[in-house]
């Protein structure tokens, strides 16, 4: 296939056509050309430059004014700004000698001017005029990453061809190329258009996961800057609490030529806005997580009237004991492990000793969002939420023995002899205990918190800029 290429964008372009099957010697000459509405021909006179007498364009006249200029030195005529109605037959005389040269017209229409948001639909319409036989045209898809696609075309007739595209993803956006091929009149060309696709980076669905009094940024990352999206959109994020529960607008934004606005809605929520934040990226940020916290967060695109959105689903997870606080010699207490649903199908809870205790692991049915374990000895626990064989997000919770210290405590003051003492020491041991167990929670929690980040990695948690 030979044939002469010029990337162009495909709506406002230009391409040319030539076909010189004639000696020059001959006295009468047709040629053919195709030029693409918006874009710029030029018609050729003669090869030869010797010739000196004035060209006369016999179509050149007032249709073409203003969009035409004559060369005189290479004998052409060149029109800009192509219409479908300059199809015709352009004959040049020179001396006894005549070119006709047929002119085709070519035009093609990128549906919403190709700009689209992810998971709308792409039309493109192709349309042809010839003062000649209209060529029955083959028509092949290039997309951008230079893979042939195999779209729904439709021949309204020889003139109008209409091209249905898949839904595009934003992946799609980039340099697509439409392959127009006919074999009489020999057209063979290329024209090549942009595709921009805008919406989100973010995977299809999103889980993300917390525990309870963690920090959390919900992030939707958009590809605006990456497909350089010029025009201005807006959006919004809000939150509901499940399917069917009403929603909560949490912010407005609007985002201008690199400029990104944002107006807090909601006040039902705590929440803050990061104040730095890479480049294209939607952010909230939740400083103290709380169990009511989870369900689906939704950013939403707003483009002409037209949406596209992506949700995040937050997962909390809780951990709570019963009794609370150490626990005595004989006695056994009730961890319960709690999470937001929904979960996903293959999601479920276990309970793991992680040391000091030499039980089994106990572990929930698949999608269960509860699961309690009776403990009579003392140690670290864990509560993990695990997805297939992904380990998602854990709580530790350290159960501690009570009796050891208080017995010591008891010699202790007892060795100190009197009576008044040994009150006071009572009184100390009563208050000390209170003090010791709030202490021993407090810190029970920041640990519990403090193993959790390394372990959970990026994708389940994410806790920056804390404070
Ligand atoms: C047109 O583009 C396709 C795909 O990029 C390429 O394979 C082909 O060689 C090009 N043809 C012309 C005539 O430039
Ligand atoms: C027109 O003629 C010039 C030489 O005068 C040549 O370089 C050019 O390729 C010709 N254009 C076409 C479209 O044939
Ligand atoms: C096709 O070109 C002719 C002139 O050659 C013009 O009269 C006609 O309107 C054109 N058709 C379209 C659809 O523009
Ligand atoms: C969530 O629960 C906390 C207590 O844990 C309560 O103060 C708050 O009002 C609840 N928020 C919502 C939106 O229900
Ligand atoms: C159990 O783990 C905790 C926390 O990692 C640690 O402080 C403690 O020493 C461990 N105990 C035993 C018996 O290994």
């Known amino acids: 296939m030979e044939s002469s290429g010029t990337a162009l964008s495909c709506t406002r372009a230009a391409l040319l056509l030539l076909h010189l099957g004639l000696t020059s010697s001959m006295a009468q000459k047709n040629e053919f050309q195709t030029g693409l509405v918006g874009g710029e021909v030029t018609l050729n006179c003669t090869e030869t430059s010797s010739l000196l007498t004035k060209p006369i364009f016999s179509k050149e006249p007032s249709f073409i004014a203003g969009r035409s200029d004559i060369k005189m030195q290479y004998k052409q005529l060149s029109v800009r700004d192509l219409k479908l109605s300059d199809a015709g037959i352009y004959t040049c005389e020179y001396g006894t000698h005549k070119v006709h040269t047929s002119l085709h017209i070519v035009n093609l229409e990128i549906s919403l001017d190709g700009h689209f948001l992810q998971n709308e639909v792409a039309k493109l319409i192709l349309t042809q005029n010839s003062s000649s036989p209209l060529p029955d045209l083959s028509i092949t898809l290039f997309d951008n990453n230079n893979n042939r696609v195999t779209p729904e075309i439709q021949k309204k007739n ?136 989870s369900g689906q967060y ?46 996903a199908p293959d999601a479920y809870l276990s309970w793991e000793p992680v040391n000091g205790s030499k039980m089994d692991i106990k572990k929930s049915k698949q999608r269960e969002v509860k699961l309690e374990v009776t403990i009579s000895t003392a140690g670290l626990w864990s509560c993990d939420l695990i997805e297939g064989s992904d380990k998602k997000i854990s709580f530790r919770y350290h159960v501690e023995e009570a009796s050891v210290w208080i017995i010591n405590v008891i010699i202790g003051a007892s060795i100190g002899g009197s009576l008044l003492a040994f009150a006071l020491g009572c009184l100390c041991i009563i208050s000390g205990v209170r003090w010791q167990r709030r202490r021993q929670r407090a810190k029970r929690m920041a640990q519990a918190r403090q193993h959790l980040a390394p372990k959970m990695g990026k994708d389940c948690f994410q806790e920056r800029g804390a404070g």
């Open 158 to 293: 020889l003139q109008e061809y209409i091209v249905n595209l898949k839904k595009l993803e934003t992946m799609d956006s980039g340099t697509w190329v439409c392959q127009i091929h006919s074999d009489s009149p020999l057209i063979n060309q290329n024209i090549s258009f942009p595709v921009k696709v805008l919406g989100f980076q973010n995977p299809d669905l999103e889980r993300k996961y917390a525990t309870v009094d963690s920090a959390v940024i919900l992030s939707w990352r958009l590809n605006s800057q990456k497909i350089k999206w010029k025009k201005g959109f807006t959006g919004q994020i809000n939150w509901k609490q499940q399917e069917g529960a009403e929603s909560h607008v949490l912010l407005d934004f609007d985002i201008t030529a690199e400029q990104l606005h944002e107006t807090k809605k909601s006040n039902n929520l705590l929440f803050e806005i990061p104040e730095s934040k890479p480049e294209s990226h939607i952010e909230v940020k939740l400083p103290k997580v709380h169990f009511n916290h």
């Open 298 to 343: 939704q950013c939403q695109l707003e483009y002409e009237r037209r949406h596209a959105q992506s949700k995040i689903e937050l997962v909390v997870m809780k951990v709570s004991a019963n009794p609370a606080g150490p626990l005595s010699r004989g006695a056994s207490v009730t961890l319960t492990c709690q999470v937001s649903g929904p979960l």
